[in-house]
């Protein structure tokens, strides 16, 4: 049986995030000790590695309930897990059009920098031209 900071240690994920995803459903209540200490065991360690994963390849936790959940049942069809990462692709795919738009700009930007007086700088020009911004469901998100 792990502790939250062992589990934490094991998985790098944060003490308060795993208590998160135990708040919202994503992490099932853990068994206790007589003190109240949270204890964890092998699928419980399963899961969170599963929910951390699946986080760093960026996908909501809505859709991490949605894969848990077919996880959670075996005999469902992998066509359901197959669109959820489909969907993610097409996000992924959707950010990156974005940041390559974004990168160009950025050299152009820069490539037109003179070097010569703020009042003359390409940069700061572009950046106080309101009508070559991107509009705000555009704008690339860290």
């Not at 934490?8 to 099932?28: C, D, F, H, N, S």
């Amino acid at each position: 049986m792990l502790t939250i900071g062992t589990l934490a240690k094991k998985t790098g994920t944060k003490v308060q995030t795993i208590r998160y995803y135990e708040q919202i459903g994503l992490m099932p209540e853990p068994g206790r000790t007589e003190g109240g200490q949270r204890r964890y065991g092998d699928a419980e360690l399963d899961r969170l590695s599963f929910v951390r994963h699946a986080r760093q390849l960026g996908f909501s936790l809505d859709a991490i309930r949605e894969l848990l959940d077919l996880s959670d049942h075996p005999g469902k069809s992998c066509a359901e897990a197959d669109a959820i990462a489909r969907r993610q692709l097409k996000q992924v795919e959707q950010r990156l059009a974005r940041l390559e738009a974004l990168r160009t700009e950025l050299k152009r930007m820069v490539h037109e920098c003179s070097g010569g007086q703020t009042s003359d700088c390409r940069v700061l020009e572009v950046l106080r031209d309101h009508s070559e911004c991107l509009t705000d469901h555009e704008e690339i998100s860290a």
